[in-house]
């Protein structure tokens, strides 16, 4: 059962619950317009003129970035591959030659030893092959890449 606000029924229905108020929306001033075209004959608005876009790609799509990622992932494989090769190759040779790991090299050193031992310095020598291509290959690009992100952020400012 619904409640009908017209003057043919003026009294409210008998129950616990009530409806909320009817508040009409208010009229639309004289001077508005619609954001439509009132009719479908009426000539369209013009659209905005547009900003020139600048020529030069995305600096996401720029051949720099690609170079970066390239030199980077060359650096991580030779620096993991160094560490992580030579720890390859000790754990199959104790494995598979132990007759090989046991020798002796000196008195109370066999060969087993002296390559565990080796492992330190040949991870020191990962370090700086990663330190050395940061410098040599990734730097310099990451440099160049940064420094046209300022002048791209420089021109859009200057707009």
């Not at 020798?103 to 050193?109: A, I, T």
């Not at 060969?111 to 080796?118: F, M, P, S, T």
């Amino acid at each position: 059962m619904s409640y009908d606000p017209s003057p043919s029924y003026p009294v409210p229905p008998h129950h616990s619950y009530s409806t909320p108020p009817h508040h009409p929306h208010p009229a639309p001033s004289p001077d508005s317009s619609p954001s439509y075209a009132t009719y479908p004959w009426q000539p369209q608005p013009p659209e905005p003129a547009r900003q020139r876009q600048p020529r030069r790609a995305a600096l996401g799509h720029h051949s720099d970035l690609r170079l970066l990622r390239g030199a980077y992932r060359w650096q991580r494989r030779v620096a993991t591959l160094t560490a992580l090769g030579y720890f390859m190759l000790f754990l199959l040779l104790s494995a598979f030659a132990p007759s090989f790991m046991t020798r002796s090299v000196s008195d109370g050193l066999s060969v087993g030893l002296l390559l565990g031992l080796l492992q330190v310095p040949v991870t020191g020598l990962a370090i700086a092959l990663y330190e050395y291509t940061a410098q040599h290959t990734v730097d310099p690009i990451a440099d160049r890449i940064r420094k046209q992100a300022d002048l791209d952020d420089q021109r859009e400012s200057a707009r």
